[in-house]
């Protein structure tokens, strides 16, 4: 089982970037896919969710307008899209597979796997 976080790098305030979760060695279909971020000295922080096998969706008011979740199943990846990106969006991303119900998706505790962590870096 393995969750392969990418995409991150430097970029300017009110710019974008894209990052990509790739899931191997476990079938999806009954897991949600998380995002969170965690910023140096902070907790892990929720930022969107989705239902691999109907795509509902949630996400945090903090990246709302701005942060899209999707997903593709040929690729078995998700991808979050970060628009308008703004300087406290700095952090290490995180993807993360699991089992949350509709109270817990935000709760990293309800999420068995997680990737490497990729860093994000928003210039101002």
């Known amino acids: 089982v393995q969750l392969q976080a990418s995409g991150g790098g430097l970029v300017q305030a009110g710019g974008y970037l894209r990052l990509s979760c790739a899931a191997s060695?476990?079938?999806?279909?009954?897991?949600?896919i998380g995002w969170f971020r965690q910023a140096p000295g902070t907790e892990r922080e929720f930022v969107l969710s989705i239902r691999w096998s109907g795509g509902n969706t949630a996400c945090a008011d903090s990246v709302k307008g701005r942060f899209t979740i999707s997903r593709d199943f040929a690729k078995n990846t998700v991808y979050l899209q970060m628009n308008m990106v703004k300087p406290a969006d700095t952090a290490v991303y995180y993807c993360a597979a699991g089992h949350p119900i509709s109270s817990t998706y935000h709760d990293p505790s309800a999420y068995y796997y997680w990737g490497q962590g990729t860093q994000v870096t928003v210039s101002s």
């Open positions: 060695g476990f079938n999806l279909d009954d897991y949600t």
